[in-house]
């Protein structure tokens, strides 16, 4: 599936970029799956890399809702979700962390195509029940330095982009980001970005963890110094980004919308009420402003069959709610 082009902002309906971005993860699915079928193989994924950057730059605080949804919610069709949520995230980090252009576009490529050695097993490991067979080990074993090779043979010719996608299982060399050579230093970041997305799915043998697990995780390193990649995603997304649950000290449980103007006051939409029953009409709310705070983030599985949402209609308002609130 090509891309199509983005609507300019102005122009686009809100409805509109919930379908952009299922059009652009089908898309994807296809790539992925099946690249030797495309020509131009390095054109279109850079295609793919505009078409992320339009609808990040449309409404950001959507996009990470929906991306948060689609890796929490989803097993089937991971591997490309998986690198979705994977670039969008890269393209975060690299704004945060303040990466020279032709580095963020390499990043993204390798965030892209990191797993594309391994789509179809990828797949099928999400929803398999039991450990990989002793072949498919082999091929998770092998498939950086596999996929480097097919991307080159595909005709990318990026060496960061390659490298990273070689190295992006192996131990990075240690020292801080800003220090190492340009290749390393997108390692590191493709590293702490691919184990926040794998942190945030859900597979058939373990349930998605919830934000605030994640992102404590991302910022620990072995030597027990704080890992500069992953403040940076907290810092440009929160530690409950758009798109994840959390409870409040109410007792009621919400949706988190969009980012506020401080990190601890996130656009929220209450879906249980303090006895766990399920709202009609869910309420929205701004965190700390006169309301009920966060207090723990917590996993969509505890969720499942007791919230029906419809995402447009929330983001809709959500995004009213917003620009009123700027006013």
Not at 89 to 106: D, F, I, K, T, W
Not at 187 to 216: H, K
Request: hydrophobic content about 45%; glycine content about 6%; proline content about 6%.
């Amino acid at each position: 599936m090509e891309p199509t082009a983005v609507p300019h902002p102005q122009e686009a309906e809100y409805d509109d970029l919930l379908g952009l971005w299922a059009d652009l993860e089908a898309g994807l699915s296809t790539l992925l799956l099946r690249p030797r079928r495309v020509a131009e193989f390095p054109r279109k994924v850079r295609q793919y890399d505009r078409w992320i950057q339009d609808l990040l730059q449309h409404d950001m605080d959507t996009g990470l809702y929906l991306l948060v949804q689609l890796a929490s919610n989803r097993s089937l069709g991971y591997s490309s979700a998986h690198a979705l949520v994977c670039a969008v995230l890269c393209h975060v980090a690299a704004a945060e962390l303040a990466l020279p252009a032709h580095e963020r576009e390499s990043l993204v490529g390798a965030a892209l195509t990191m797993n594309l050695a391994m789509t179809a097993l990828q797949n099928q490991l999400a929803e398999q029940a039991g450990r990989p067979s002793a072949a498919q080990q082999v091929q998770i074993d092998t498939h950086g330095r596999v996929g480097s090779l097919l991307l080159r043979e595909l005709g990318v010719d990026d060496t960061a982009w390659l490298q990273a996608v070689a190295a992006h299982h192996e131990r990075t060399a240690p020292g801080p980001l800003q220090e190492l050579a340009p290749a390393q230093r997108l390692v590191r970041v493709l590293q702490v970005v691919d184990r926040y997305g794998a942190l945030l799915s859900p597979r058939r043998t373990r349930a998605a963890c919830s934000v605030v697990e994640t992102v404590r995780a991302l910022l620990s390193r072995d030597d027990g110094a704080r890992e500069p990649v992953g403040m940076a995603l907290v810092r440009a997304i929160g530690l409950c980004p758009p798109g994840s649950f959390v409870r409040l000290d109410s007792g009621e449980v919400a949706l988190v919308l969009r980012r506020g103007s401080r990190p601890s006051q996130p656009l929220l939409a209450i879906v249980l009420g303090r006895g766990g029953e399920r709202l009609r009409v869910p309420r929205l709310r701004r965190a700390a402003c006169g309301g009920p705070s966060i207090r723990s983030a917590i996993t969509p599985d505890l969720l499942r069959d007791r919230v029906r949402l419809n995402h447009q209609a929330l983001l809709r308002q959500a995004l009213q709610a917003d620009r009123e609130h700027r006013l």
